[in-house]
């Protein structure tokens, strides 16, 4: 199993910086950085954490193809694996419908977009002057001058990660994709989610065990139990509001909860939001507890297929001791 960790950039990027170091002499081998345009600019933080770290692999986790030309992704994420060696990964997903409403975005089509974004990437990271006129991607000779030019056939150095969660994303990134980001964090989701990713590598006639599984959890470790599931508290009440209601349903909760949570978001009113995040919701949409139960969940994950391990969001009460709490799990993996 591989271990990655999600920062999502709403703290000074030297924290972040700080944080990633600290995972880097952990064992973790992914930093990823989530991109919503509210927050800091993933890819400036990007650019810090490589600075910052020698060896641990720095991803845009995930970006979209509607905040940004993918040519001008291309040359972000480009940059970023010139500034850090050639540790750069770009994952690329539909992105946050309720920040697009801000932007005066659509972000329709997500499925397709992105399918086509993947081949762009690929020629883009080649060094090839990129041609491509789809039904959502349209270029005329769009290249990276600071790109080696890779042999033909080559995808380029950068691997391509497909953020997704819906069936038809995920298969669709068994298609194309390097690895696939599952926003979830129980078992269950991945014994749904896994065979979609399977079944778009076998119809592509791809090799499925090429394809980094991620299960990008919201995680909380802390010697406490209860003060790391407090923690947890917010971030899943946010994933529970805006989950779809099959998910919720999968769980065995009531997707009429999310009008109750959207109503206490919208009015900023956190205390009460918490009050109605149940255990059975904690348990569903979050790894969180002391490291003998971070552990058991991980094994089970592992199980089901699979193979990267994302801490994400809250990580625990207090993110240094989080990160080394897990150093302390990956090297008994
Ligand atoms: C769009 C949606 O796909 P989805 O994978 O469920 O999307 C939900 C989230 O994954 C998506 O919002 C991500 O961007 C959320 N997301 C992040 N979103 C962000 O904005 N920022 C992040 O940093 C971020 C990180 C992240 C990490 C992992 C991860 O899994 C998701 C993450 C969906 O509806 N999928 C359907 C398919 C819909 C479909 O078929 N659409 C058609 C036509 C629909 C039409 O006509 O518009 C098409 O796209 O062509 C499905 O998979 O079955």
């Keep these: 199993m591989k271990f990655g960790i999600e920062f999502v950039p709403n703290e000074p990027v030297l924290n972040l910086a700080s944080y990633a170091k600290t995972a880097e002499d952990e064992g973790f081998e992914f930093v990823w950085v989530t991109d919503h345009y509210n927050n800091r600019d993933v890819f400036s933080t990007l650019s810090v954490l490589s600075m910052a770290t020698n060896r641990i692999k720095i991803g845009a986790g995930v970006t979209n193809p509607y905040t940004r030309n993918p040519a001008v992704t291309a040359s972000a994420i480009a940059?970023?694996?010139?500034?850090?060696?050639?540790?750069?990964?770009?994952?690329?997903?539909?992105?946050?419908?309720?920040?697009?409403?801000?932007?005066?975005?659509?972000?329709?089509?997500?499925?397709?977009?992105?399918?086509?974004?993947?081949?762009?990437?690929?020629?883009?990271?080649?060094?090839?002057?990129?041609?491509?006129?789809?039904?959502?991607?349209?270029l005329k000779g769009a290249h990276l001058d600071f790109v080696k030019k890779s042999a033909d056939g080559d995808k380029g150095a950068i691997p391509v990660y497909v953020g997704a969660q819906g069936p038809k994303m995920l298969e669709m990134a068994g298609a194309v994709s390097d690895g696939v980001l599952i926003n979830a964090s129980h078992p269950d989701d991945f014994r749904f989610a896994v065979p979609q990713i399977r079944a778009g590598a076998d119809v592509a006639r791809r090799n499925f065990n090429e394809i980094d599984v991620a299960a990008y959890t919201c995680f909380s470790i802390d010697a406490d139990a209860d003060a790391a599931k407090k923690k947890a508290a917010p971030v899943v009440a946010f994933i529970a509001a805006g989950a779809p209601d099959t998910i919720l349903s999968r769980h065995g909760i009531n997707p009429e909860i999310k009008k109750e949570l959207g109503a206490e978001i919208s009015k900023g009113n956190f205390k009460a939001l918490n009050s109605l995040v149940s255990d059975q919701m904690i348990d569903k949409f979050s790894i969180s507890g002391d490291s003998e139960f971070c552990e058991k969940r991980m094994r089970e994950l592992e199980k089901t297929g699979v193979t990267q391990l994302v801490a994400g969001s809250p990580l625990g009460v207090s993110k240094e001791k989080a990160i080394k709490n897990i150093g302390k799990i990956i090297r008994i993996f």
């Design 79 to 138: 940059t970023v694996n010139d500034i850090s060696g050639g540790r750069a990964v770009l994952g690329i997903g539909p992105g946050d419908k309720s920040t697009f409403e801000t932007l005066g975005l659509s972000g329709d089509k997500p499925l397709s977009t992105i399918r086509e974004c993947v081949g762009v990437y690929r020629d883009l990271f080649a060094g090839k002057n990129v041609f491509f006129d789809g039904e959502n991607i349209k």
